[in-house]
């Protein structure tokens, strides 16, 4: 991702994960052809990503995510939303001028 960021890399990371269930996987298959698959994405890397590329087009306050019990992963959710809090910030800064921290 940060190779990316920098323009070091034009292939952006990849962070989906795919199961495949009931079948030997991978084989010469492809994964559409197979009965069942899922493809999980996190947000977090789907939201840094597009954040490091610059098509950002949601709220940090719109993120999905029910969880029943105050626990680390509302910490992780809570400074993922302070942290696009700063890069907006530092988004609005005029050229030159040092950010915050």
Request: overall charge negative; aromatic content about 10%.
């Amino acid at each position: 991702l940060i190779l990316f960021q920098k323009g070091q890399t034009t292939t952006p990371p990849p962070f989906e994960i795919f199961f495949c269930f009931g079948e030997e996987w991978p084989d010469q298959k492809p994964k559409e052809k197979k009965l069942i698959t899922v493809q999980v994405v996190p947000v977090v890397a789907r939201l840094l990503l597009e954040m490091f590329s610059g098509e950002l087009s949601w709220s940090a306050d719109s993120i999905p995510l029910q969880i029943s019990h105050p626990d680390l992963k509302d910490k992780m959710v809570e400074q993922f939303k302070e942290l696009h809090q700063l890069w907006q910030n530092q988004q609005q800064l005029p050229p030159g001028q040092p950010g915050p921290g």
